[in-house]
Antibody, heavy 119, light 112 residues
Framework: EVQLAQSGAEVKKPGDSLKISCTGS????????IGWVRQMPGKALEWLGI????????TYNPSFQGQVTMSADKSINTAYLQWSSLRASDTAMYYC????????????WGQGTLVTVSS | DIVMIQSPLSLPATPGEPATITCRSS???????????VDWYLQKPGQSPQLLIY???IRASGVPDRFSGSGSGTDFTLKISRVEAGDVGVYYC?????????FGQGTKVDIK
């Protein structure tokens, strides 16, 4: 069974750095793209970008490029989303999701990681 | 960026009755391979989104045949033939033809 397990909720201060994780199981991690989706409180879903663990190929949403970094550790089947300097506006739920066989849809989703940035 | 506009934004549905959500894109989502790169997701209250329909009309594994997707080009429809209480939540369309992929604003479906 395909599963994506995300790291737990985080409470940070503006200017802090943060790395959240998404661990895949039940499939070959390096052969499927992983996407990241943001959902600010009470708002719609937003696509941050996609990452291919096999060769680290990455496509960022230009609106988020430079604000977040996607990466992965293939040895532990884990993808990461990180910030070097958080802002209050980064407060949101972040989902990882696996792309399907024709990589244009998300077929499995993680449970989400809630990131709260507050002074 | 391709803009996805859903309507209605709120849909009070009656159990056993049909319900329809539409999604209009600012550019054609028809790929040269003949598929429309539009997907539909349902986010039930307190849950992660789940895939319902991909490539415009293909039901994801385990999705009841009460759900159907149709349309081509810039106009797409998600139909629920007979609404059930468990169908409540927010429905999103998403285009995956052109980066950045973009979602609609969401349609909140609840039970009358």
């Amino acid at each position: 069974e395909v599963q994506l397990a995300q790291s737990g909720a985080e409470v940070k201060k503006p200017g802090d750095s943060l790395k959240i994780s998404c661990t895949g199981s039940g499939y070959t991690f390096t052969r499927s793209w992983i996407g990241w989706v943001r959902q600010m409180p009470g708002k719609a879903l937003e696509w941050l970008g996609i990452f291919y663990p096999g060769d680290s190929d990455t496509t960022y949403n230009p609106s988020f490029q430079g604000q977040v970094t996607m990466s992965a550790d293939k040895s532990i089947n884990t993808a990461y989303l990180q910030w070097s300097s958080l802002r209050a506006s980064d407060t949101a739920m972040y989902y990882c999701a696996r792309l399907g066989s024709t990589p244009n849809f998300f077929d499995y989703w993680g449970q989400g990681t809630l990131v709260t940035v507050s002074s | 960026d391709i803009v996805m506009i859903q309507s209605p934004l709120s849909l009070p549905a009656t159990p056993g009755e049909p319900a329809t959500i539409t999604c209009r894109s600012s550019q054609s989502l028809l790929h040269s391979n003949g598929y429309n790169y539009v997907d539909w997701y349902l986010q039930k209250p307190g849950q992660s989104p789940q895939l319902l329909i991909y490539l415009g009309y293909i039901r994801a594994s385990g999705v009841p045949d009460r759900f159907s997707g149709s349309g081509s080009g810039t106009d797409f429809t998600l139909k629920i033939s007979r609404v059930e209480a468990g169908d409540v939540g927010v429905y999103y369309c998403m285009q995956a033809l052109q980066s950045p992929w973009t979602f609609g604003q969401g349609t909140k479906v609840d039970i009358k």
